[in-house]
């Protein structure tokens, strides 16, 4: 690998550590200010707003200067939403802070995905993204470690003893803390080398750039390798947002787990993603993508198995292998959709065009699922439901993918004849 390669890696993993140890800290800061346990859901959602909202420009953004320059704005706009949370006082506004750091993850996002497809040739791409998921699921498990350390009553009431006058209360102690590991990311992103890469748009108008990005979505969606993959990783990232909060309160409900010790289960399910990661990166190539579909299948299926868990270490058995199932089947999609994209559109808008669609799959489920929680669903009707919602669909893009198969074969085959003819 590149020496850059390890220096992106490097800086990705203190700014996802941080954007997982901030949501753990920011559910916290909600039950002390009595929010309704619907609001708790709502963090994500407004955090992954701005990558749906700002799709259109964020590719471009992504594209018009050196990315690790693009990443260092994107972890100082973090920066500022953590200031802005530690200064609020109401659940609302709290959540319009936790927004802002959204919008550095947003402008963040094409940038750490496209470098790779900037500084290695096509045939890295999977072990490369296989890195970069097994260490960005290293930085979820420590991270939400970390998060549910820094609202553990005994490393809470030290942080607070020790830190200056202006900090009184646990969770902004946290808060803090989480700032300094955004810090560490910017300072990072400034050793980030130049690809050399031609970086000058040749429009910044908004309304090219909104048909622009409207044309990429388009050809992404139209193409029959593209589609299938930005399928599969759209519902990945919508299921595996809606999953962490369900993790959360199936561990209350069926371990009798509070939300730090919740919290830890969260990482388990990440140390399970980063095994799949790592064994999808040794053994599927980017010609062999595909084959992994059927296990997106499977993970809905073992998800139900949650619902007849009361034991801890059975909870964590089952947990891991949800996540080595995920993991397995996300990365080669993912390095497919980037190989494709980068074809079709280059590499921040390819990116662009799939933060849009992965995470307006992320709105929609959590929305589904915070309108459970209002309704007071079970949480074991939601398990249910949510992991026949996954196998059935995974069962249609599967066949999905078989039709375009047929297709192309046929295709193939008359072009084949038209030749002898």
Known sequence: MERGFYTIMAAQFFSSLADNALLVVAIAFLIDLHAPTYLTPMLKFVFVLFYVVLAPVVGAFADSMPKGKVMFISNSIKIIGCLLLFLTAHQYTALAA??????????????????????????????????MESLTVASIVIGTVIGGLLITPVITSTLVDLSPALIDTPTAAGIMVVALFYTT????????????????????????????????VKLLWTDRLGQISLAVTTLFWGAGATLQFIVLEWAETALGYALNQAALLQGVVAIGIASGAVLAAKMISLRRSVTVLPLGIAMGMVVILMILVKDLWIAVILLVIIGALAGFFVVPMNALLQHRGYILMGAGHSIAVQNFNENLGILVMLSVYAFLIWLDVNIYAVIALFGLFVSTTMVLVRQWHINNQRKQDSLHLIGTRNRQI
């Open 185 to 216: 990311a910017a300072i990072i992103n400034l050793f980030i080398p130049n690809t050399g890469i031609d970086h000058r748009l040749l429009k910044k108008n908004p309304v090219f750039l909104f048909h622009d990005f409207s044309h990429c």
């Open 98 to 131: 936790y927004g802002v750091v959204g919008l550095g993850a947003a402008a963040y996002s094409p940038a750490k995905y496209g470098i790779l497809t900037e500084l290695l040739p096509p045939g890295k791409l999977v072990v490369a993204n296989g890195w």
